[in-house]
Antibody, heavy 116, light 106 residues
Framework: QVQLVQSGAEVKKPGASVKVSCKAS????????ISWVRQAPGQGLEWMGW????????KYAQKFQGRVTVTTDTSTSTAYMELRGLRSDDTAVYYC?????????WGQGTLVTVSS | EMVMTQSPATLSVSPGERATLSCRAS??????LAWYQQKPGQAPRLLIY???TRATGIPARFSGGGSGTEFTLTISSLQSEDFAVYYC????????FGGGTKVEIK
């Protein structure tokens, strides 16, 4: 069965960077894209960016351009999301999702807390 | 700039009743519309894609309709496990979610 397993919770100080991993299994990794979606406490869902696991092409939401980088390691079927210049309003649960345009499988989420 | 608007923000429904949720796009997205269900402390779950196709394992009481700019999600007879927050998402252009509708017990 398709599974996306993410790395554990992180606590970071303002200005720091965080890198979240997402290990895929149960399907051919390079056949699908991966997107990253975040959810601030008590808020809705926000798409951040996408990567083709086939050729590494990326697309980012304008809001995060220059601050986020999404990568993959096809040898381990793992996707990564790095967010730099963290602020308190980046405190959120970050999800990786298998991307068919719509998102048919979700990781369990990684809570990133930004606090001084 | 594309905007996705869901209404109502909160829907109070008794178990066994029918619930109809709305999602409006500020410009046409064709049939590139998905619906998700999210329960507290859980990741969202895909319910509907292509505006009206149920995802694998989704009960028949969930149905989606509409095209262009107006979409609906109907739950024909609410079960206890259906009380949750529902989000629509367009994928005609880059992904964008609506603000969500909370379905609560009346």
């Amino acid at each position: 069965q398709v599974q996306l397993v993410q790395s554990g919770a992180e606590v970071k100080k303002p200005g720091a960077s965080v890198k979240v991993s997402c290990k895929a299994s149960g399907y051919i990794f390079t056949n699908f894209g991966i997107s990253w979606v975040r959810q601030a406490p008590g808020q809705g869902l926000e798409w951040m960016g996408w990567i083709s696991a086939y050729n590494g092409n990326t697309k980012y939401a304008q809001k995060f351009q220059g601050r986020v980088t999404v990568t993959t390691d096809t040898s381990t079927s793992t996707a990564y999301m790095e967010l730099r210049g963290l602020r308190s309003d980046d405190t959120a649960v970050y999800y990786c999702v298998r991307d068919l345009g719509y998102f048919d499988h979700w990781g369990q989420g990684t809570l990133v807390t930004v606090s001084s | 700039e594309m905007v996705m608007t869901q209404s109502p923000a909160t829907l109070s429904v008794s178990p066994g009743e029918r619930a109809t949720l709305s999602c409006r796009a500020s410009q046409s997205v064709g049939s590139s519309l998905a619906w998700y269900q999210q329960k507290p402390g859980q990741a969202p779950r895909l319910l509907i894609y292509g505006a009206s196709t149920r995802a694998t394992g989704i009960p028949a009481r969930f149905s989606g309709g509409g095209s262009g700019t107006e979409f609906t999600l109907t739950i024909s007879s609410l079960q206890s496990e259906d009380f949750a927050v529902y989000y629509c998402q367009q994928y005609n252009n880059w992904p964008l979610f609506g603000g969500g509708t909370k379905v609560e017990i009346k």
